[in-house]
């Protein structure tokens, strides 16, 4: 079973640059997830999505950052402008279904560098 | 925030039993204990979860306390491979979907 892909795995920008970043979860999953990781912390929830549906996107940064996740399937994150705080790794996960017992699979990551 | 504590690093033996503890006083009747890890440059990766019995898998145990204010995670023979940060989670439910919080975990070394 192919796991969680993330692209690009490396982005190094200027600050006030635009970046985007793309998730493929794992065949069959409805939930995906968004994460934020600074380094020395852990991965900190940026947005849910249930099929093509929001849940949580309570710390989404939204006057920078947007999600969308069309046909729920595909999802991308973006931020505009990037700020030198945004430096970080950024983590999709899915999971099967949201009952009591998921589990989420991570993909690797994209490490963000803003200049 | 987190809903959990757990000490910042740990050392074990290679070969030797790593025991993890993780304090969440404030865990609800309805919320269960997850345990992930992370291997440096890797994405978390899934160990074991528990309601409120002990559970065991291939990959390690989990202890929960009666009164489920307290747990820990057994690797019974940590190997040099298991170095890595290791995360407790409660899950709170909220509406579609679980919201899932990490705090700074415990950041293992196991050393030959």
């Known amino acids: 079973e192919a796991g969680v892909a993330q692209s690009p795995r490396y982005k190094i920008i200027e600050k006030r640059q635009s970046v985007a970043f793309w998730c493929n979860p794992i065949s069959g999953h409805a939930t995906l997830y968004w994460y934020q990781q600074i380094l020395g912390q852990g991965p900190k929830l940026l947005i849910q999505f249930q099929n093509n549906g929001v849940v949580d996107d309570s710390q989404l940064p939204k006057d920078r950052f947007s999600a969308e996740r069309l046909k729920g399937v595909d999802s991308t994150l973006k931020i505009q402008p990037a700020k030198l705080e945004d430096s970080a790794v950024y983590l999709c996960a899915s999971s099967l279904r949201t009952a009591n017992y998921n589990e989420q699979f991570f993909g690797p990551g994209t490490r963000l560098t803003v200049l | 925030d987190a809903k959990t504590t757990q000490p910042p690093s740990m050392d074990c033996a290679e070969g030797r039993a790593a025991n993890l503890p993780c304090n969440h006083s404030?865990?609800?009747?309805?919320?269960?204990v997850y345990w992930y890890r992370q291997i440096h440059s890797q994405g978390p990766q899934y160990i074991i979860h528990?309601?409120?019995n002990n559970e065991t898998n291939e990959m390690a145990s989990l202890i929960i306390t009666e009164d489920r204010k307290s747990s820990t995670l057994i690797l019974p023979h940590a190997t040099l491979r298991d170095t890595a940060v290791y995360y407790c989670?409660?899950?709170?439910?909220?509406?579609?979907?679980?919201?899932?919080?990490f705090g700074a975990g415990t950041r293992l070394f196991v050393k030959a």
């Open positions: 989670i409660v899950r709170a439910p909220n509406t579609g979907g679980f919201k899932t919080i």
């Open positions: 404030t865990i609800s009747g309805n919320e269960y």
């Open positions: 528990g309601l409120k």
